[in-house]
């Protein structure tokens, strides 16, 4: 019983220094609402790199929820630029926005699924998603294709220059 007066009065003691404490941190304002994706598009050059990544982008928002502005935070070289025109090419809802007074951060995320695929390339990418203020562009790699490993060399080609290569 002793304990449990101790344990309470400790409680209630440090209660009240508390509630005197610095007020709470400002919550961040959360990310506006996308109401147009841009277009899927996973930069050429990167899926042949096979380069994935988040590319952190800083935007300022219009009155109309349009991009004013666009800089690049931190993220691939590779995919900076898709990222820079795709935040161009969205719109936000901004209810009472004053030009320029909305900024936010917003994340694009670029994946690359699978690795070679032997069938004729999934015409159903790239994709594009968002979720959380995080905008995911999903590529698909292309390559060559040799799904068992069937690629044997004749006896002869076992010295290159026999086969026609230097």
């Given at each position: 019983m002793k304990k449990l007066v101790t344990c309470l009065l400790s409680v209630e003691l440090l209660s009240p220094a508390l509630a005197k404490g610095p007020p709470p941190a400002a919550v961040p304002e959360s990310t506006p609402k996308i109401i147009k994706l841009p277009s899927a598009s996973y930069p050429p050059i990167a899926l042949a790199a096979r380069v994935s990544g988040r590319v952190e982008l800083s935007i300022k928002l219009g009155?109309?929820?349009?991009?004013e502005s666009v800089e690049v935070v931190g993220g691939p070289a590779m995919l900076r630029s898709a990222a820079i025109e795709s935040a161009r090419q969205m719109q936000f809802e901004c209810n009472g926005c004053t030009p320029g007074a909305r900024q936010f951060k917003l994340s694009f995320s670029y994946e690359l699924i699978g690795g070679y695929?032997?069938?004729?390339?999934?015409?159903?990418?790239?994709?594009?998603?968002?979720?959380?203020?995080?905008?995911?562009?999903?590529?698909?790699?292309?390559?060559?294709?040799?799904?068992?490993?069937?690629?044997?060399?004749?006896?002869?080609?076992?010295?290159?220059?026999?086969?026609?290569?230097?």
């Open positions: 009155s109309d929820g349009t991009v695929f032997c069938d004729a390339p999934d015409k159903s990418y790239p994709r594009v998603s968002e979720a959380s203020g995080i905008v995911t562009f999903t590529g698909q790699p292309s390559g060559t294709c040799d799904p068992v490993a069937t690629r044997v060399r004749a006896a002869k080609c076992l010295y290159l220059w026999r086969c026609g290569w230097r």
